[in-house]
């Protein structure tokens, strides 16, 4: 019983030093990144989540500097892989090659630029679904499969991924089982005519700003613990598990069962109930709201669900669905 008090404790003290920390790190993300606060928030709800995320917008808003800032801020070491046409999965997890040892020759691995803490994934769908796939088991099982030896990754381990938007040529929509494994799809839009007229000023002199580091990857660890230790109350849990049902075509859904071909599956009820989570424990907050489920509804569902063909037609779209659905959860 003390042991578990001491524990409480603990966590009640760690969510009220991030709350004091969080003037910190937008304070220093701030120098190098001019607006997109939503967008930043997000990213580091991933974080702490401990997932990976998929941040979308037109080239020049800035996402690769938001992905580089925030990686020095938690002092974590950085990789960025540009996606082109003719990458290959071994030049994203590495390769054997064969060399002259003491015994002869053999086989010696040299890692890929996956074996990192943070991995910006650049324009990742500028790459065919092939090499595309090489992400796959890092995001997922947190190593790499070589030559039939398995190698773990660097702990934390991050892929933060941008891409164009899938109508600009040149792209390749990503797989579908690809998509699932995001946490979230973060949305990048232009900026705000104060913004703009702060990056003009700002960005186009001599000074070269840089993030200091607030967090250590140790301690970013602790808090991914702390976010799965949070309690949910029982109303958050029927409301994400609401949500992501009414989803799924044939629930009984109108906007659903009209517009949408397939929907999300159970990974996205994990995802909706850890990202609740670290954004309370970032708001510093004990525990998650039905208003976090609400905020992240969007970020959380978009990737994961797909318009029937006549929806696009009628020029419906993933968000007007979503924005019904959580319009239903009001009203329940």
Known sequence: M?????????????????????????????????????AVEEILITLFAGGNCLITGVPGLAKTLMVRAIAGIFDLEFHRIQFTPDLMPADITGTEILTDGEHGRELRFVKGPVFTNVL?????????????????????????TVGGTSRELPKPFFVLATQNPIEQEGTYPLPEAQLDRFLLQIDVDYPSLEAERQILMETTGTRDQH???????????????LVRRMPVPESVVNAILELVRSARP????????????????????????????????????FAPSIDDVKALAEPVLQHRMALTFAARAEGVSIRDVIADLVKSLDQA
Not at 120 to 137: C, F, G, H, S, V
Not at 254 to 281: E, I, N
Request: neutral net charge.
């Open 211 to 225: 993030a200091s580091p607030v967090f250590t990857g140790e301690k970013l660890m602790k808090l991914q613990q």
């Open 120 to 144: 910006l994934a650049d324009e990742i769908n500028r790459t065919p679904p092939k090499t595309q796939a090489a992400l796959l088991e890092a995001m997922q099982e947190k190593q790499v």
């Open 2 to 38: 003390e042991t578990t008090d001491t524990t409480h404790e603990q966590d009640r003290q760690a969510v009220e030093q991030i709350a004091a920390s969080r003037e910190k790190i937008e304070q220093e993300l701030s120098r190098v990144i001019i607006g997109q606060k939503a």
């Open 250 to 285: 044939g629930t009984g859904h109108a906007a659903t069962d009209a517009h949408v071909a397939w929907g999300p599956g159970p990974r996205a009820s994990q995802s909706l109930m850890l990202c609740s989570r670290a954004r309370a424990l970032y708001e510093g907050r």
